[in-house]
């Protein structure tokens, strides 16, 4: 059974900084992409940002220059810190990994980030 858990979300006051951490096991498989999205209640799920096995990382628009992801694809780990953080930011955080192989998406239970003085 493939589990996905992410960690790390709390309350942080604006124009603070906040590291999450997400692990995925329990596959034979290497997970080929890792990312992150983000919902607050009354809103769509909205995409973060996602790093392939390779490397390469991707943004989304709102976080771009303010959050930034590695990942670890021999581990299936990954981290995205957060910088800057606004109001807005506020969400529930979820992870998710890919495996080519099997084309299903993995998904964590989420961690709340709130952003509040």
């Known amino acids: 059974q493939v589990q996905v858990v992410e960690s790390g979300g709390g309350l942080v006051q604006p124009g603070g900084s906040l590291r999450l951490y997400c692990a995925a096991s329990g596959s034979l498989f290497s997970f080929n992409v890792m990312g992150w999205y983000r919902q607050v209640p009354g809103k769509q799920r909205e995409f973060i940002a996602e790093i392939t096995s390779g490397g390469r990382s991707s943004y989304s628009d709102s976080v771009k220059g303010r959050f930034f992801i590695s990942g670890d694809g021999a581990n299936n780990t990954m981290y995205m810190q957060m910088r800057s953080l606004k109001h807005e930011d506020t969400a529930v955080y979820y992870c998710?990994?890919?495996?080519?192989?099997?084309?299903?998406?993995?998904w964590g239970k989420g961690t709340l980030v709130t952003v509040s003085s």
């Open positions: 998710y990994a890919k495996i080519d192989s099997d084309g299903i998406d993995y």
